[in-house]
Structures are given as C-alpha cells and as structure tokens.
C-alpha cells in the first residue's frame, strides 16, 4: 500500500486569497482544450475553419460548470444544498456531476448549431477530442483533494487517504484509474480518429460509448457516495445509471454512422 502523499489542495495562499488546484485543472483544462482546438479548426480535415473557437470554448465552458453543478446537485446531494442553498457556490470544494455536464454543453451544441447552421453531430466531432484534456486534469484534482476514492484493497497500488472518511484503509486510487482512462486513452483515441476522414457522427458516438464503458468499470471498485450508496444490490451506483443513456445513444449514433457508411459505399 502507498500512503497518500503530502499534498495541500490550496495550491496558493496569500492573506484571504486561496487558489485550489481543482480551480487550477479547470483553468488548465479550458486553456489547452482550447489551444487544442485552435489547431484542429486549422487542419485539412476540419470543416470549421472559420468557427470562433474562442466563442464556443467560452460557452460549452459555461455550459459544463453550470451543467456540472447542477447535476450534481440535483443526481448526487440535493437535501443538503436545500438545507444550505448558499453552499451551492462553493465549487472550490468540489461536487461536480459530468453527466450534468454533459447536458449543459449537449445544450450549448444545439444552440451554436443553429446560429452558425452547422449540423449538433459535426460541432460534437470537432469539440469532443478536447474534452479528455479537462476530464484527466480533474481526476488528478479529485485525488489531491481526496475524494471519489476507491473500495479497500490489498492491491500493492492501494492507497491509505488521509481524511477521516475514508477509514485509514488502503484503497483503489479510482481518482488515477479514471484520469487515465477517461483523460488520457480516451484522448489518444479520439485524436487519432480527428485525423481521419470519417462519417460524421463517428467521433460523438464513441466518445459517448468510450466514457460510458470506462467510467462504469472503475465505478465497479469506486466507493459510493456515503448519503447514496448502492442503487441495486452492492455494485450498481448512480454512476453507472446516468451512463447507461449515454452508452445507448451512443451505439445508436455509431450504427447509424456505419449504415450510412454501407450505404455509401
């Protein structure tokens, strides 16, 4: 087992001014997401060269913080903000949903998509490649501030998190399992696929399939939420509820992908 290493989540401190490095992986998120595609509406293959992307990284951004929070509040913990609704600001302590997330940039999508008449499916395959860069950089924010940790473990990589919750037991670093999977694989599939000439559509439905299959199998060794728990038996979590949509829409999108495809061919 390896003990947690000593990091302070306040990354900055200076009189009352505090920067936390969950605040620093969103601003590190939006910045290389939008470097990223800054780049990408440059190549060959894109058909948004003339998109303002700093437009639209400035309200999908929006979109997934108000979106995140939201979700969260209503999926994961909303008798507690009802009790204190001013708590609801705090986002520097955490409690951000994806799947909330989701929505609210599902939302800006279908409102850049109408003003620049351009089809949801091809502003989702030129936007979706970015977003792994944010979704790591928050899992490693999520295991400096020691939450959304594992089940206990005897695996030599369990880690022994310092707060109180989580019992001075070692435990599977899901924070890292998912920065991987959901940050960096997801990433190199998704960009190698932006280097090829695909049907549109391609990329929004993996990316759907890809993140609803990876965050589904860590949530199999990932602890509950203690105020949730288990929504079915002992391994079925709300997680894995809210990518069930997901998953599905997405294999609808990749079958309608591949049959045009056929058809084309």
């Known amino acids: 087992m390896i003990p947690f290493p000593d990091i302070n989540p306040v990354a900055l401190h200076i009189g009352f001014f505090k920067l936390h490095w969950y605040g620093i992986s969103y601003l590190l998120g939006i910045g290389l997401g939008w470097y990223y595609l800054e780049r990408r ?67 800006v999508l279908v409102w850049q998509s109408r003003k620049l008449g351009e089809s949801i499916l091809t502003l989702g395959d030129f936007f979706l490649p970015a977003l792994p860069i944010g979704l790591g950089l928050g899992r490693l924010a999520n295991f400096v501030n020691q939450e959304l940790w594992g089940s206990p473990t005897d695996l030599p990589w369990g880690v022994v998190f310092t707060v109180p919750g989580a019992g001075g037991l070692s435990r599977h670093p899901t924070q890292l399992y998912e ?47 203690a105020h949730i728990g288990y929504l079915y038996s002992d391994w079925f979590t709300m997680g894995q509820l809210l990518c069930g949509p997901m998953i599905v829409a997405g294999l609808f999108i990749t079958f309608v992908c591949y049959t045009r495809k056929r058809s084309a061919g």
């Open 179 to 225: 920065a991987v999977l959901e940050g960096l694989v997801l990433f190199l599939i998704l960009h190698f696929m932006g280097k090829r000439r695909l049907q549109k559509g391609q990329i929004t439905g993996m990316f759907l399939v890809l993140y609803g299959c990876f965050r589904s199998l860590v949530e199999l060794v990932r602890e509950p939420d």
């Open 41 to 107: 509406a440059r190549t060959r293959l894109s058909n948004l060269s003339q998109i303002n992307v700093s437009d639209l990284v400035f309200y999908i951004a929006l979109g997934a913080v108000l979106g995140g929070r939201l979700g969260y509040i209503l999926f994961y913990n909303l008798p507690a903000y009802y009790d204190d609704p001013f708590s609801i600001f705090a986002v520097w302590k955490g409690g951000m949903s994806f799947h909330g997330g989701v929505v609210g940039v599902m939302f």
